[in-house]
């Protein structure tokens, strides 16, 4: 049953439901009229005994179809982070019901309480971009962690973090009162052993383009080819943002990002922004 289906028929069971009541009281007034023949009083108060049914089947009706449309819709939802530090997030424009959320790390997954096999499972992996750990090593954690014999859910693997619109979107709400003419924004990734790129970082980019067009926004590596440090000196503006395209706030944001000192040295005034995920909580 389609949600337009569900909700009409919750609508009518509604309208029956009123009509009902509305004919119970409407016999009920007219009992009281006091020269009624026997027929007619025997009639109205038949009328009411229906009416009162056809409320009774009206509510049970729109009882059994949300529970019905409740039990069809049932899933659970499996946050996994890379690490500790984000498993306290959530991701973005996504409402889950507390009781139906699990979450754990990558590498807690073979001692966490699982989502169990009754119902389907979406499966979140609260990664900044996709790759080894959050494809294959994920999913044979999982194998590992449910175990060969026990049953099994059926999994459904959402996109990482990196690629929700909601990134750029928090991004651009806090790069907006800071950027002008002569500031550029510099996003720098984690690096990748993939044989090509991931694309969430150059997919942030483009969304955040979108968004403050006009504004100069470059992206760059921590050690790989773009290097962020080599970046730096080919942006035309003299103010740079830098935006840690990372998960938290960590040994990464503290050792490989490029520094004030680095920026000086080309000419550049270097203020760095939080890790990119954190700006999901503000």
């Known amino acids: 049953?389609?949600?337009?289906?569900?909700?009409?028929?919750?609508?009518?069971?509604?309208?029956?439901?009123?009509a009902a009541v509305w004919g119970s009281v409407d016999c009920g007034a007219r009992l009281d009229s006091p020269s009624l023949p026997p027929d007619?009083?025997?009639?109205?108060r038949g009328l009411i005994y229906f009416h009162f049914a056809l409320a009774q089947l009206a509510a049970l009706t729109a009882i059994s179809l949300v529970y019905c449309h409740h039990h069809k819709q049932k899933r659970y939802y499996l946050i996994i982070s890379y690490?500790?530090?984000g498993m306290q997030l959530n991701p973005p424009g996504i409402r889950m019901p507390a009781r139906r959320v699990y979450r754990c790390h990558l590498n807690n997954l073979d001692t966490s309480h699982l989502p169990p096999a009754d119902a389907p499972v979406l499966v979140y992996p609260m990664f900044m971009q996709s790759g080894t750990s959050s494809g294959r090593k994920l999913m044979e954690k999982l194998q590992q962690a449910y175990g060969t014999d026990a049953p099994k859910p059926q999994l459904f693997f959402q996109p990482v973090l990196g690629a929700s619109p909601w990134l750029a979107e928090a991004a651009a709400r806090t790069l907006c009162p800071m950027l002008d003419a002569d500031t550029a924004v510099l996003v720098v990734a984690h690096d990748s052993t993939l044989p090509e790129p991931p694309p969430e970082p150059a997919?942030?980019?483009?969304?955040?383009?979108?968004?403050?067009?006009?504004?100069?926004?470059?992206?760059?590596?921590?050690?790989?080819?773009?290097?962020?440090?080599?970046?730096?000196?080919?942006?035309?503006?003299?103010?740079v943002l830098l935006l840690p395209f990372l998960l938290t706030e960590g040994l990464h944001t503290r050792r490989d990002l490029p520094t004030a000192a680095q920026a000086a040295a080309c000419g550049k005034e270097l203020t760095r922004l939080p890790a990119l995920a954190t700006l999901l909580h503000e």
Request: one cysteine or more; hydrophobic letters at 45%; aromatic letters at 6%.
């Open 1 to 18: 049953m389609n949600r337009t289906l569900y909700h009409a028929l919750l609508l009518l069971c509604a309208a029956v439901f009123a």
């Open 40 to 44: 007619v009083e025997s009639h109205l």
């Open 83 to 85: 690490n500790e530090n």
């Open 203 to 239: 997919l942030f980019c483009r969304r955040l383009r979108e968004l403050l067009p006009g504004a100069e926004i470059t992206q760059g590596y921590i050690s790989q080819a773009p290097q962020a440090s080599s970046v730096l000196s080919t942006l035309k503006a003299r103010k």
